[in-house]
């Protein structure tokens, strides 16, 4: 069994559990944050900064106020970029890792990185901790950071084309179908659905 499959059979047995673990509310905030993302200034958007940090948890990760200063000061600047790759990903992380953290120490935000994007391009996928644990990933903590960036980056595109081949081959049918009957009205697009199912998942895993 390819790790696809593995994936696949994981999320479609437990498929009545991961739709119920998804709480509607963070289907509203998410769609809070694209539309104030769509019409605001958000360096300058403090209402969005907050619900941005509390959504994704950036309070929690022992950042520094001005690495959150430069964190919105980088979305509100690349938000007009066509073309997002991992170039833009090595140049945005060379930007925020400097930064020291709360321990005075040198950080690679990588998690957060994609979820920038992800807000300012909704069809890429986001990098998190649930996300790797259900592909088996684990968290490169040896080598320099062009490394573990590098380990990031590989493991990254093999989420985006997994995904990528889920949505063309129709390939999780149960669990689309019951998040559509639970969530149709917010109208996701198929990655950002991908997103929360596989959040879901590996919270489940995670218990277990």
């Not at 499959?5 to 944050?33: A, C, M, P, Q």
């Amino acid at each position: 069994m390819n790790q696809t499959e593995e994936l696949i059979e994981k999320i479609e047995g437990n498929s009545v559990d991961i739709i119920k673990k998804i709480k509607e509310e963070s289907i509203e905030v998410y769609n809070f944050l694209e539309e104030q993302f769509e019409n605001s200034n958000v360096e300058k958007n403090y209402l969005f900064q907050f619900v941005y940090r509390s959504f994704y948890r950036l309070d929690n990760a022992g950042l520094t106020n001005d690495f959150k200063i430069e964190y919105f000061k980088i979305l509100q600047k690349f938000r007009t970029n066509k073309v997002i790759n991992s170039e833009t990903i090595r140049e945005i992380a060379n930007r925020l890792s400097p930064i020291l953290n709360a321990k005075e120490q040198e950080s690679l935000q990588f998690s957060f990185i994609t979820k920038l994007l992800n807000t300012i391009d909704n069809k890429r996928a986001i990098y998190d901790s649930e996300v790797a644990r259900m592909f088996n990933y684990k968290r490169p903590t040896k080598g320099e950071f062009e490394e573990k960036l590098n380990v990031y980056l590989k493991q990254l595109e093999v989420i985006q084309n997994t995904y990528d081949e889920i949505i063309k081959n129709n390939l999780l049918p149960k669990t689309t179908s019951l998040f559509d009957e639970t969530f149709g009205k917010y109208n996701l697009n198929q990655i950002k659905k991908l997103d929360f199912i596989v959040w879901s998942a590996g919270k489940i895993e995670k218990s277990k």
